[in-house]
T-cell receptor
């Protein structure tokens, strides 16, 4: 079965410093992987997705993620945090055997301090 | 563009009451989903509909029913609400399988007393 683990429930950074949000997945097949962001009291928005093309994926707002099959990881990074990045981030996996279903991680809340 | 619209945005129910959450999308997407979001648990799939006329259970279907009324609309019904169903509910639509992006509504906050 597909599953995804977000290793940190909370991450705090200072504005202007790098961001790293960690995600590991388990899959017997090559998965599709996504990162979504949720700002307070809002719905979720897609940041980026990996679909077995390039392993380094660039998304919106300067975020990127690297798919590492050997480590079963799909960590989200940004070189320099901005106050507006404060939100909750979800790593999501799609099972290629049942591509209708998407499984969400439990989320990482990012705080950005001035 | 409205995208995905959910109603109501807020609802308070007493235990045992019933209600229906409505969801409509104007993107002509085939797949629609209902998730619930609880603190520390991420989003959990309740039911989904891969196409008009089909529905399937997700991770937490107990206590819920769904109807895919047509391609645009996918409703979620609580027949006899319980306090454990207090949550924020999200409807989503998705254009393609596998790599398709989910488009979310803004959520419906339900409290069951």
């Amino acid at each position: 079965a597909q599953s995804v683990t977000q290793l940190d429930s909370h991450v705090s950074v200072s504005e202007g410093t790098p961001v790293l949000l960690r995600c590991n997945y388990s899959s017997s097949y090559s998965p599709s992987l996504f990162w979504y962001v949720q700002h307070p009291n809002k719905g979720l928005q897609l940041l980026l997705k990996y679909t077995s093309a390039a392993t380094l994926v660039k998304g919106i707002n300067g975020f990127e993620a690297e798919f590492k099959k050997s480590e079963t990881s799909f960590h989200l990074t940004k070189p320099s945090a901005h106050m507006s990045d404060a939100a909750e981030y979800f790593c999501v996996v799609s099972d290629p055997r049942n591509t209708d279903k998407l499984i969400f991680g439990t989320g990482t809340r990012l705080q950005v301090f001035p | 563009n409205a995208g995905v619209t959910q109603t109501p945005k807020f609802q308070v129910l007493k235990t045992g009451q019933s209600m229906t959450l409505q969801c409509a999308q104007d993107m002509n997407h085939n797949s629609m989903y209902w998730y619930r979001q609880d603190p520390g648990m991420g989003l959990r799939l309740i039911y989904y509909s891969a196409s008009e006329g089909t529905t399937d259970k997700g991770e937490v279907p107990n206590g819920y029913n769904v109807s895919r009324l047509n391609k645009r609309e996918f409703s979620l019904r609580l027949e006899s609400a319980a306090p454990s169903q207090t949550s924020v509910y999200f409807c989503a639509a998705r254009g393609g399988r596998g790599t398709g992006e989910l488009f979310f509504g803004e959520g419906s906050r339900l409290t069951v007393l």
